[in-house]
């Protein structure tokens, strides 16, 4: 028997377990100092009324014996399906709904779809993100090549014609950089797949920040895009899920490779693979695209967002080179004094009690960043940002 070797090239996720490390041992040292997390991927705000009450329901008819549901289609129900489909229409993107699978979260569709492509294809991901696309490639043995995201490309790197590949990995709004494409970069990136018969992999896990309407919010917005692009999204981040775990992805029916449909290739794959999401999650998730659910949950949205308006103005103030804060709840900017991201994240615990995530953790061009997050609450978001003011480099 063999394993697979591929894991062994893996390198150690050891990213939180070593901010939790250090952390850990500075509380020790200083037990009555107080600490204030801003490295924080994860949201704080509770589920919203609207969410919380279709959960009770659904739960309540899996209780009688009338409206107990068991099996179904494993690629959601027709009436999630709809619902995402008219908010996809709100952006004037027309789906049917034979396009959109419904799933636990980005993060399972977005390592299990490399299922579908051959293990000699090519994968271009960005550098840094978000390191689930590296993982799962190398996992399968694919050969990555990087774009490099840098201060001078304001870490939105284009496509370059002399680099060939056929999955694309794109992130945007981007974690851990915040940056967002405009429409003719994501037009650039749209006509390097079709040239290059390449397929993006459009992850639009953090679009519910995005508040300027002259920015996508779909890749599905950009002309082309559905015969070279697959989107994944997530209410992870839009409504609190992720604890209660819901997603959806978009595999346009006008996609083929090879003169296979990519859309039958998935359906397939999850129907051998995946046995769906609950009926309960659904009915929750379905509340989210509701009126009054997505006016609870905007409301959540804007308070995150206002924390991420306050850490970009106190960066603003200080001088420093930020992307992010605008249209996305990370924020990631140039380590004051020119420090690398490790020693920079120990000052800053160390003298002001404040915890990110050093930049070097999601790629080598991440080394004098730092990634704050909007997903803390106001008063500690205003304390963290009033130390990092009095911070010396
Ligand atoms: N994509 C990005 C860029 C993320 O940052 C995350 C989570 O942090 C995910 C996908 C996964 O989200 P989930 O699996 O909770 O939907």
């Not at 309540?60 to 995402?84: H, P, S």
Request: charged share 20%; net charge neutral.
């Amino acid at each position: 028997m063999k394993i697979n070797e591929n894991y062994l090239k893996l390198g150690e996720n050891y990213l939180f377990a070593e901010i939790a490390k250090r952390v850990k041992a500075h509380k020790a040292a200083n037990p009555d100092k107080e600490i204030i997390r801003l490295g924080i991927g994860d949201v704080t705000l509770p589920l919203v009324p609207t969410v919380v009450e279709a959960l009770k329901k659904a739960g309540g008819e899996m209780g009688a014996k009338e409206t107990f549901r068991g099996y179904d289609d494993e690629q959601g129900y027709a009436f999630l399906k709809e619902a995402v489909a008219a908010y996809y229409a709100a952006k004037n993107v027309a789906l049917n709904i034979g396009e959109i699978f419904i799933g636990d979260g980005a993060k399972s569709d977005l390592s299990n779809i490399t299922d579908i492509f051959g293990t000699d294809n090519t994968a271009l991901i960005p550098n840094p993100v978000y390191p689930v696309y590296a993982d799962t490639n190398l996992m399968n043995g694919r050969k990555i090549v990087y774009a490099r995201a840098s201060k001078e490309n304001g870490f939105l790197p284009l496509p370059d014609s002399a680099v060939k590949a056929d999955i694309i990995y794109l992130c945007s709004p981007n974690n851990p950089t915040g940056a967002v494409y405009d429409a003719a970069d994501l037009k650039l990136w749209v006509d390097y797949a079709l040239k290059n018969d390449a397929v993006i992999l459009f992850d639009a896990a953090y679009e519910c920040f995005v508040s300027d309407e002259a920015l996508p919010t779909s890749i599905f917005q950009i002309e082309g895009a559905k015969e070279c692009a697959i989107e994944f999204c997530s209410l992870s981040k839009t409504a609190g899920f992720t604890g209660v775990r819901c997603g959806y992805t978009v595999v346009p029916e006008a996609l083929a490779r090879g003169g296979v449909k990519l859309n039958a290739l998935w359906r397939r794959r999850q129907a051998t693979k995946f046995n769906g999401v609950s009926y309960i999650v659904q009915r929750g998730a379905e509340a989210v695209f509701s009126p009054a659910g997505m006016v609870e949950i905007r409301k959540n949205i804007a308070y995150y967002m206002d924390n991420a308006n306050v850490i970009s103005r106190a960066l603003t103030a200080r001088g420093a080179y930020h992307t992010g804060g605008k249209n996305s709840p990370y924020i990631w900017f140039e380590c004051f004094g020119g420090l690398e991201s490790w020693e920079f994240f120990d000052r800053l615990l160390t003298s002001c009690g404040v915890v990110g995530t050093p930049g070097a953790g999601f790629g080598d061009t991440g080394k004098n960043f730092f990634r704050l997050t909007a997903f803390n609450s106001r008063e500690n978001t205003l304390k963290a940002v009033q130390k990092l003011a009095e911070f010396k480099a």
